[in-house]
């Protein structure tokens, strides 16, 4: 199976050499979830385990059945209601959490802000209000384009405190994959800042939203946020279109009772990248989410009442949404919100964040403890970093070097890491340890949780034998499970749940070892994970292609030590066009192609290879072959040519990036 990753191929050798780290003993007796009997009586009765976790919500009113229709239409806790803002808000401010911090948040420039239950409570209230205020009701969409603010976190629960759908598109992305997805999405109205501060700099939040909104006719409002105080309007947009946020919120009531959603209404939709070149809108529902997200965050970070718990993730990807904000808040945590980045003003910044606050609980992704181990050990050597209680991975495999490195410089030996696989779709974690009862191993994220059931097919359909790799698939509907995708089912159905019946297909690779552990192999679709940033070879090539001077482009993830992919293009240029003079590409273009790319989907999609060619490597059905492409971007030998149309084609391309040498430019 080709994965587009050297991991497959290191696999044997590292379940050889795999240690095993069982718990340590002061961890294991104090974990929330101490008997490993939960794992078979979970599996035994599914529905009554979410049932005995379910009674941990607010319900306003019961529901009738844990789990009704037939999968992938199925309907959890059908005939319930509650709503997620009263779960993760209101209800805490009536009991002793309401003075506790909800959320600890750090501005770039090192400002803090700390907000209680109780003043997170008074600011959704008043935003509900100003949504109401701005005509839009329950079941319209609203779009929010915002950095790591508070407020951006006070958005989306004032969204589901009125029932209002929202979709939060990542600040990092550009005006028009905004547009894109606010257009699909049909948003009625669209929050945004004037600018988000990264780096020192100036993001340009506003400007793109407004650029964005004039090409999306269904966006009647735009609520703005004044981050970086300078004038809030945008002269691109009628001024009567755009209201200020301070403004609104300092007019706005803090009465506004939270609205009774039934179990299976929208909470939120948000893109993903799948295999074309259309981002997919992942709908997640009320209920099952919620709980889904709470019972995971509970038990995999072992959450404690006083823990200061800190998921790194952007509030733009699911792992904001599920990790940063839904789960903890529903659990009554405190949650660390960081606007900036990992290296300003110092590279230690994380470490200085860890000691100050106290994190007791620290997540963050694969990619990100790779460009810690670039920098070196002495940047968190010079913190304390003895609060830290756990830590844990998300967002690609983790390798065992990074693993080990964590484990060392971050956790000081002493803290279990929890490597959780899940995705946009699954809502809520998958396959994960438990820090307190399963021992883990470097490199695997272990088993699946309680009441979850996954495993690895062949392409018949039969479970592949222990250390065989195959498509990773999940067996049972669980809680927190995507819908739909919003306005195409049918694509729904085809893409996720048709390959094998009744079984959810994940689009990963896996290995399960002789343990029962699940050792994750990356995509076997033309998905992409760039940083932890999940992106599809197809939009790239899209946006490749509407250059003028490109005729053809195909797109692969290639290994990358510290991304874990990174994007190599290959490109054919037409004959006459900007740049490019009978298919020859100059340094020139290559840095106006990445451009391009940059200002069609957002900075992460750059290409960081382009490769010029006069022809791609096709089957003689004229299906381009990425495994090859692939091959000659890792540097490897090739692989099976005969399908190739013109086999020289390969050749010349190999030799080509021979000769520029990895990372070619
Ligand atoms: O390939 C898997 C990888 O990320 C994909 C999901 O991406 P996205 O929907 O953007 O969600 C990211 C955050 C959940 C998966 O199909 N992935 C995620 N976590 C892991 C992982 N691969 C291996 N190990 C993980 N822990």
Same mark, same amino acid.
């Given at each position: 199976m080709a994965t587009g990753d050297s991991r497959e191929d290191r696999l044997d050798a590292l379940l050889e050499e795999t240690r095993v780290f069982a718990p340590p003993a002061a961890f294991a007796a104090a974990a929330n979830v101490r008997d490993p009997e939960v794992y078979e009586r979970a599996a035994a009765d599914p529905a009554a385990f979410w049932a005995e976790q379910a009674a941990g919500l607010r319900w306003m009113r019961p529901y009738t059945d844990v789990l009704a229709g037939a999968v992938p239409h199925v309907r959890w806790f059908a005939g319930g209601r509650l709503n997620v803002a009263d779960n993760c808000v209101d209800r805490h401010c009536e009991g002793p959490r309401r003075n506790k911090a909800a959320l600890l948040w750090v501005a770039e420039s090192g400002e803090t802000r700390t907000i209680t239950y109780q003043q997170l409570q008074r600011e959704v209230a008043r935003c509900a209000n100003v949504l109401r205020s701005l005509g839009v009701r329950r079941g319209d969409r609203v779009g929010i384009y915002m950095g790591m603010v508070p407020e951006a976190v006070v958005a989306m629960l004032a969204c589901a405190r009125i029932g209002a759908p929202h979709t939060v598109v990542f600040g990092g992305f550009s005006a028009e994959a905004l547009r894109e997805r606010l257009v699909d999405a049909q948003c009625k109205v669209l929050i945004t800042?004037?600018?988000?501060?990264?780096?020192?700099? #100036? #993001? /340009?939040l506003l400007q793109n939203a407004a650029s964005a909104v004039r090409g999306a006719p269904p966006v009647e409002r735009v609520l703005v946020l004044r981050r970086i105080g300078a004038p809030a309007l945008a002269a691109e947009l009628p001024a009567g279109m755009q209201v200020d946020w301070q403004q609104a919120m300092a007019d706005a009531s803090t009465d506004c009772p939270c609205e009774p959603m039934d179990s299976e209404d929208v909470l939120y939709i948000l893109y993903t990248s799948g295999t074309t070149g259309k981002p997919k809108g992942i709908v997640h529902t009320t209920a099952g989410y919620l709980l889904g997200v709470a019972t995971t965050h509970r038990w995999i970070f072992d959450l404690k009442e006083d823990d200061v718990y800190w998921c790194t993730a952007d509030i733009g990807w699911v792992t904001g949404h599920s990790y940063v904000l839904y789960g903890p808040l529903c659990n009554g945590a405190t949650t660390v919100l960081y606007e900036g980045t990992p290296d300003y003003p110092g590279r230690d910044r994380h470490w200085r964040i860890v000691e100050e606050l106290g994190v007791n609980v620290y997540y963050t992704a694969p990619t990100t403890i790779r460009t810690f181990m670039r920098w070196g050990p002495q940047e968190p050597a010079h913190a304390d970093l003895s609060s830290l209680r756990l830590l844990g991975s998300v967002g690609e495999p983790i390798n065992p070097e990074a693993w080990m490195w964590y484990h060392e410089h971050i956790g000081g030996g002493r803290c279990p890491i929890v490597d959780t696989w899940w995705q946009t779709e699954t809502g809520m974690i998958m396959i994960t340890p438990l820090p307190g009862i399963v021992p883990t191993k470097p490199g695997s994220a272990t088993r699946p949780f309680p009441a979850v059931g996954a495993e690895v097919l062949d392409e018949r359909g039969l479970p592949v034998g222990p250390g065989a790799g195959g498509n990773l698939v999940l067996t049972q509907p669980w809680p927190a499970m995507a819908r739909t995708i919003f306005g195409d089912d049918e694509r729904f159905v085809r893409q996720y749940w048709s390959r094998y019946s009744g079984k959810y297909l994940t689009g990963d690779g896996a290995r399960v070892d002789a343990d029962g552990y699940f050792w994750l192999l990356g995509r076997v679709d033309d998905v992409m994970n760039v940083s932890g940033h999940r992106l599809s070879t197809y939009e790239i090539e899209s946006a490749l292609v509407d250059h003028a001077s490109v005729a053809e482009a195909a797109v692969i993830g290639r290994f990358d030590a510290v991304k874990g992919? /990174?994007?190599?293009?290959? #490109?054919?240029?037409?004959?006459?066009?900007?740049?490019?003079?009978?298919?020859?590409?100059?340094?020139?273009?290559?840095?106006?192609l990445k451009q391009h790319v940059g200002r069609k989907i957002g900075p992460i999609a750059r290409p960081d290879d382009i490769f010029f060619t006069a022809e791609l490597p096709k089957t003689r059905s004229g299906k381009i072959m990425r495994r090859l492409l692939r091959d000659i971007a890792e540097g490897r030998a090739l692989g099976d040519t005969t399908t190739l149309a013109d086999p020289a084609v390969v050749q010349s391309l190999k030799e080509q990036y021979e000769e520029a040498g990895e990372g070619a430019d």
């Open positions: 800042q004037d600018g988000a501060y990264r780096r020192g700099n #100036v #993001v /340009a992919q /990174a994007i190599a293009a290959f #490109v054919t240029l037409k004959e006459t066009g900007s740049g490019g003079v009978g298919g020859a590409g100059t340094d020139g273009l290559k840095a106006d």
